[in-house]
């Protein structure tokens, strides 16, 4: 049931009632939730086909020897769609589940930012952009680690993406005895500051982005803040236009509860 409640005035301006009114939005709340599960399936479905074709671009590639220049290109340009559309999917997937659960515990975050720059490291080296962390090992955090990995790889794969040939992407860790904080600063494009202002919002993409072509839905950021704040902590950007851009992501070291 949704309420919504409105005083009464006379006209000098004193309460004489309200008005109070219930509503049933059952349908609705149904209706929500059917969307979001047929949505959550489609995706899900989409995932096996598309490993599968990655898989044998990736091997085709692997073994292009006797290929001419051409067709490798072409099967380069399979590859990168692909791999655009596996993220699209796994971003849909995860934005669709409403009940995006987090089982935080304690966890080095340190183990987990290796595993992040890991995982980035052919990104990375695609476009030559170094990856740095700087960050003392263990650090403790109470944090889902697959969750905050989650959070961790889209701030990097991000970082490099907007990131010019030869740029470096840096993460650094901070904290008291209350917070973790982990930031990820890149050399790239950065943006206008009413635009980072704006990067959490669902489907938004600043226009430095658009403008230079680079492909992305805008989903990954709303997402990786749901993560933060379910966890009870927070996540912020700092960009300047052409002067990079530095996310932080602060967690807390112990359970709330
Ligand atoms: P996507 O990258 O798929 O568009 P995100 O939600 O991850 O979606 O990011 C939202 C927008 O924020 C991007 O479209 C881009 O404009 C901007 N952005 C995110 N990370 C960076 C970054 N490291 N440097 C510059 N712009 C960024």
Redesign the pocket.
Known sequence: VSTAARPLMDDAGRLTGAVVVFSDVTGLVEAIAANQELVSNVSHEFRSPLNSILGNVDLALEDSDGMSAVAVQRLEVVQRNSERLLALVS?LTLEASSALKVHPKRTDISGLVETSIGSAQAQAERSSVALVADVPSPLWAYADPLRIGQALD?LVS??I??SPDGGTVTISASGTREWVRLAVQ?T????APE?AAK?FSRF???K???DAAIP???????ITKTILERHGGAIACH?ALGGG?T?TMTLPVESAG
């Open positions: 971003d889209n991000n970082a993406k907007y890149d790239g494009m950065g943006m635009d990067v938004f993409r600043a430095s982005a658009r992305g839905a805008g989903l990954g950021l709303s960009s851009s996310f």
